[in-house]
């Protein structure tokens, strides 16, 4: 079996999902502008430099629909895709994931941003498959703002591909993976991979990209 693994945020999107979702929570007025803005460029930061407490952010990044309930959040969220998420669907993204879709490749979009956020984004280019942070529910079946399992951000990426195979009954040996990823979060999963791709790198990813020998791939250079 040939798996495609695509990252999501800077990866297949030429922005952040999970940010872009929390600048539009405030636009809509759900956040507070000032302090929402300053802890949200807290824990980008934190991300970009490898120390993001990823549980601390999920509470924080799902509070605000969370507080209003599954219609609302909901219709926010549809909002949100039409908005912010659809024009940046770009040809080249989607040109690359039905590549490898027609050589009969197994797509999955593989995240550290949460499911809420991400699930219409995989349906709408088109993914079944997507391995995202898993959100834990109340006994009403909503949201906690806890996570549920192992998160999928750095070495849990490749927790959750292994928990995704066994449950097919594969491992890494009855598989070809090609893994496309911006950055050096993904390290254990891209050092993992049969081919690693460096797509629409970061620096720090770049150099590591050279030095390594791998393919670099920059999906958005024309939209820089």
Known sequence: MKLALFDLDHTLLPLDSDYGWGEFTTRIGW??????????DEFFAQYQAGALDI???VRFATQAFRERGPAAAAEAHERFMREVIEPQ???AARALVEGHRQAGDEVIIITATNEFVTRP???ALGVE?????ELARDDQGWYTGEIAGTPSFREGKVTRLEHWLAERG????????TFYSDSTNDLPLLDKVTVPVATNPSEGLRAMAR?????????FVEHA
């Not at 498959?129 to 942070?133: D, R």
């Not at 030095?211 to 999906?219: H, K, M, V, Y």
């Open 31 to 40: 956040t507070d502008p000032v302090e929402f803005a300053r802890r949200n």
């Open 55 to 57: 549980h601390a952010y």
């Open 89 to 91: 669907l770009l040809p």
């Open 121 to 123: 984004i995989a349906r």
């Open 129 to 133: 498959h997507l391995i995202a942070v």
């Open 170 to 177: 594969l491992g890494w040996g009855d598989v070809h993976t």
């Open 211 to 219: 030095e390594r020998g791998w393919r670099i791939l920059d999906l």
